[in-house]
């Protein structure tokens, strides 16, 4: 039996104009949007489909406009009858509110409100405990796991592992001076290329407890429903149906490392033979076909391109 998995991009998928095509089309899209700019008191609209840039790319932003653009894009393939239904949904970092809104966990409203709140704690941390991001191409995880154990230990502060995007594609975080220690000796040991991000943020890491000790309290204000179909949660790389288990995985994602290999190769083991990327751009259709090159793999702007 050929089995179906949404998956939803997060951070580094957005680009201004991403719901231009969406809002003038569709009229399904266009309700999603300006139900968007009513619940969060701003032009998300406008922010999705004329930018700039700058605005879109302030986390704050970035996340709810993400979240609008990835569900007006479900509208419209549900209204169409352009999508088989999903045996499975599955979210990358941010992306797991989006994958949470289309299993009927979280309403629009509240994973809208949600992930605004995540991306303001999220400034806040950046703010109050700097730290930073490097991507890692070409080395293997126990190398780079190792690499950050070293780090930790020479500078006596944190970085680790805070995404496993695909074989030979791991994103580090953690404070700078240990980030840029990591950095330099994985130059060291043979990585193709070590890219630090433009944040100043150490999401997926311990750097961001208080953030995610004020984000809990907003999750225990939220209600939760069943999913009616399981989510494969970056912080278990498992399938999840209970809404406790859920909130307490959401919980633990600001500050635990995003297992996306992992859970894609969990949804290949149990059958899924067809990815279905749902929102702007096509980064995780590109890292499922590093996973498995014999998959099907296509994204929402594809099929209604």
Not at 88 to 113: C, N, Q, R, W
Not at 247 to 271: F, H, N, Y
């Given at each position: 039996m050929s089995l179906t998995a949404y998956l939803f991009p997060g951070q580094g998928s957005q680009y201004a104009g991403m719901g231009s095509e969406l809002y003038d089309r569709y009229p399904e899209a266009r309700v999603v949007f300006e139900r968007g700019d009513q619940i969060l008191g701003l032009s998300l609209s406008k922010l999705c489909c004329d930018g700039p840039e700058e605005t879109l790319n302030d986390t704050r932003n970035t996340q709810p406009a993400i979240l609008a653009s990835s569900y007006?894009?479900?509208?419209?393939?549900?209204?169409?009858?352009?999508?088989?239904?999903?045996?499975?949904?599955?979210?990358?970092?941010?992306?797991?509110?989006?994958?949470?809104?289309?299993?009927?966990?979280?309403?629009?409203?509240?994973?809208?409100?949600?992930?605004?709140?995540r991306g303001e704690l999220m400034a806040q941390a950046g703010e109050t405990n700097p730290g930073g991001m490097a991507a890692i191409l070409g080395l293997e995880r126990p190398l780079v796991e190792t690499i950050c154990e070293m780090a930790r230990e020479q500078t006596g502060e944190y970085v680790g592992i805070a995404n496993d995007n695909c074989p030979g594609q791991l994103v580090i975080s953690g404070a700078v001076s240990a980030l840029e220690q990591a950095m330099t000796e994985a130059k060291e040991q043979g990585a193709k290329r070590v890219i630090r991000l433009a944040v100043s943020i150490a999401a997926?890491?311990?750097?961001?407890?208080?953030?995610?000790?004020?984000?809990?309290?907003?999750?225990?204000?939220?209600?939760?429903?069943?999913?009616?179909?399981?989510?494969?949660?970056?912080?278990?790389?498992?399938?999840?149906?209970?809404?406790?288990?859920?909130?307490?995985?959401?919980?633990?994602?600001?500050?635990?490392?995003?297992?996306?290999?992992?859970?894609?190769?969990?949804?290949?083991?149990?059958?899924?033979?067809?990815?279905v990327e749902i929102g702007p751009d096509?980064?995780?259709?590109?890292?499922?076909?590093?996973?498995?090159?014999?998959?099907?793999?296509?994204?929402?702007?594809?099929?209604?391109?």
């Open positions: 007006a894009a479900l509208r419209v393939l549900k209204a169409r009858d352009l999508l088989a239904e999903a045996d499975y949904v599955a979210g990358h970092s941010m992306g797991e509110f989006s994958a949470l809104v289309a299993a009927g966990t979280l309403t629009f409203e509240d994973g809208l409100k949600l992930v605004r709140t997926h890491s311990p750097l961001m407890r208080e953030a995610a000790a004020e984000f809990n309290r907003c999750l225990d204000e939220t209600p939760f429903q069943e999913p009616l179909v399981p989510i494969v949660a970056n912080a278990t790389a498992g399938p999840l149906i209970d809404p406790v288990d859920i909130r307490a995985a959401l919980g633990k994602q600001l500050i635990s490392p995003v297992q996306w290999t992992e859970s894609i190769q969990w949804m290949l083991e149990k059958g899924v033979s067809r990815f096509k980064v995780l259709t590109g890292l499922v076909r590093r996973i498995d090159r014999q998959v099907e793999r296509v994204s929402s702007e594809e099929i209604l391109a």
